[in-house]
């Protein structure tokens, strides 16, 4: 089983400020990494798929990064509505994964 | 528009069973991978199962042996029947498109496994 850990599982953060969330695989799993958002009491949302794909209707604000190994989902100058756990997943073989989230937290 | 809607979730005792359905809409269900995603109270996700549009399933080790992932194709329905319910099964289940990247999900169907 591939195992996705997150960093950091918390982060407090001020408006506008940068925002990055890592996902490292135990394995190499290509681009086969997506990334979704989850906020308090409702369902998760994908932001990002394969690695680096946008999603329509997603804000340009959040892109993705990596191959193999490493990724990196970015949040660029970060606003109150982006208050939400972020989990990584991949689909690169099964049993597919999580990682086991990171909440951005609004200072 | 697309909708994922769960229910069948409720308190039942440990050893016992559930069958969940998601009623699909705006899709066809067995066109797409769809897959079961469950999170326990306060913790994060969990992949349980998929079934592919070729009728292939796949399952977490938790759950194998004990789960089924089916679809009726005439209802656009989802399934998952849970045998052997253990308290460490408690959790929102989440009705979700793909097996890749999941593109939709449901609002979730809580389950709660307890004497």
């Known amino acids: 089983e591939i195992v996705l850990t997150q960093s950091p599982d918390f982060q407090s953060v001020t408006p506008k400020e940068k925002v990055t969330i890592t996902c490292r695989a135990s394995?190499?799993?290509?681009?086969?990494l997506h990334w979704y958002q989850q906020k308090p009491d409702q369902s998760p949302k994908l932001l990002i798929k394969?690695?680096?794909q946008s999603i329509s209707g997603v804000p340009s604000r959040f892109s993705g990064s990596g191959s193999g190994t490493d990724f990196t989902l970015t949040i660029n100058s970060l606003e109150a509505e982006d208050a939400a756990a972020y989990y990584c997943?991949?689909?690169?073989?099964?049993?597919?994964?999580f990682g086991q989230g990171t909440k951005v937290e609004i200072k | 528009e697309v909708q994922l809607v769960e229910s069948g979730g409720g308190l039942i005792q440990p050893g016992g069973s559930l069958r969940l359905s998601c009623a699909a809409s705006?899709?066809?269900?067995?066109?797409?991978?769809m897959s079961w995603v469950r999170q326990a109270p306060g913790k994060g996700l969990e992949w349980v199962s998929v079934?592919?549009?070729?009728?292939?399933?796949y399952y977490a080790d938790s759950v194998k042996g004990r789960f089924t992932i089916s679809r009726d194709n005439s209802k656009n329905t989802l399934y998952l029947q849970m045998n052997s319910l253990r308290a460490e099964d408690t959790a929102v289940y989440y009705c979700?498109?793909?097996?890749?990247?999941?593109?939709?999900w449901g609002q979730g169907t809580l389950v709660t496994v307890s004497s």
């Open positions: 997943h991949q689909s690169s073989s099964l049993p597919w994964t």
């Open positions: 394995q190499s799993i290509g681009s086969s």
């Open positions: 705006g899709f066809t269900v067995s066109s797409n991978y």
């Open positions: 394969y690695a680096s």
């Open positions: 079934i592919y549009s070729g009728g292939s399933t």
């Open positions: 979700a498109r793909g097996g890749l990247e999941i593109d939709y």
